[in-house]
């Protein structure tokens, strides 16, 4: 048995609860090679609610890994990404791309409590973001756009009751029977509208503003989930700026950075790395001094062990 196997065997057991689905980063190839293959995925995850029973609060698809937010079981989450998985693969043959792997996996992580639900949605909400494609909420191919928002009024398609059967099964790939009210965008795909249950997020995130101060705000929750998902949370020049400071207002109360002395900065530079895991160059830059010096502090095991 295998390291995969094994992990299908643990998600098997797993009773019916809330996850963070995270599948694996595809580095030799892509998921979504066009905006017809990323409709259609959008359109997939919609059709999981219809053949499983989940609920799904959220969702992100990426050019080489996808993210769902739900409700379910281990082993209706398996059949379900499996379904996804074989799906998709098809369309890729079919367009002529190479197809997902045999062994193409995923995490399956349970979101235990209010926190960690706040923070599944603002990682999948930052994921675009932090690929430096566009503003929180803004991406086409998920479903955050949908929060404490107008898109879902202002972005509309044709009601699946006034399509034909022939092409419902086109679009969908399907013979299932679809919602009358389900919305088919004719570049969008199935708008996330039509399948996503909102209720959770709006338990989570009080108003509009509370969303906003989290979203810009929770530097080290992203880097604990990007971590356990094996993936690096990358972050802005402005970003680091904040984060460095809020660590020197609770280490060195009343001082900015440029007033720390060299052992303040080898103290804060061990704390950026494994609060944040900043790079030495992004340390060196936002600290301004050199590269090797940042190197140097992080390796010194005074710095690296006594001082934290």
């Known amino acids: 048995m295998n390291a995969w196997e094994k992990k299908r065997k643990e998600y098997s057991a797993l009773k019916q609860y809330y996850y963070h689905l995270s599948s694996d980063g595809w580095k030799e190839g892509r998921l979504f090679h066009s905006r017809e293959q990323y409709a259609y995925g959008m359109t997939l995850v919609g059709l999981l609610t219809l053949r499983f029973d989940i609920v799904i609060y959220d969702f992100t698809l990426m050019p080489n890994h996808i993210h769902l937010l739900l409700k379910g079981d281990g082993e209706t989450c398996m059949k ?9 693969s098809a369309r890729l043959v079919k367009d002529g791309n190479p197809p997902l792997p045999a062994d193409y996996g995923f995490k399956l992580r349970p979101v235990e409590s209010r926190e960690q639900m706040r923070v599944a949605f603002l990682y999948l909400a930052r994921n675009p973001y932090e690929r430096n494609t566009v503003v929180p909420g803004g991406y086409l191919w998920a479903s955050a756009g949908l929060h404490y928002s107008d898109w879902p009024q202002i972005v509309c398609g044709t009601r699946a009751d006034c399509l034909s059967k022939r092409t419902l099964e086109r679009l969908t790939g399907t013979r299932m029977s679809i919602p009358g009210a389900w919305e088919f965008h004719p570049q969008l795909g199935l708008l996330p509208s039509s399948f996503v249950d909102h209720s959770m997020f709006e338990k989570v995130f009080a108003s509009p503003k509370d969303y906003q101060t989290h979203l810009v705000k929770e530097y080290e929750a992203f880097v604990r989930l990007g971590r356990a998902l094996d993936e690096t949370p990358s972050f802005s020049e402005e970003e680091i700026a904040d984060m460095t400071q809020q660590l020197v207002n609770q280490l060195f109360p009343g001082k900015r950075s440029a007033q720390l002395s060299n052992d303040e900065k080898g103290q804060l530079c061990v ?5 944040y895991g900043l790079s030495p160059q992004q340390m060196a830059d936002e600290l301004h001094m050199p590269e090797r010096l940042v190197k140097q502090f992080l390796s010194a095991k005074d710095y690296g062990n006594q001082r934290r």
């Not at 379900?80 to 998709?88: G, H, M, N």
């Not at 704390?271 to 609060?275: E, G, K, N, V, Y």
């Open 80 to 88: 379900a990404f499996d379904y996804f998985r074989r799906k998709l």
């Open 271 to 275: 704390r950026l790395a494994d609060r």
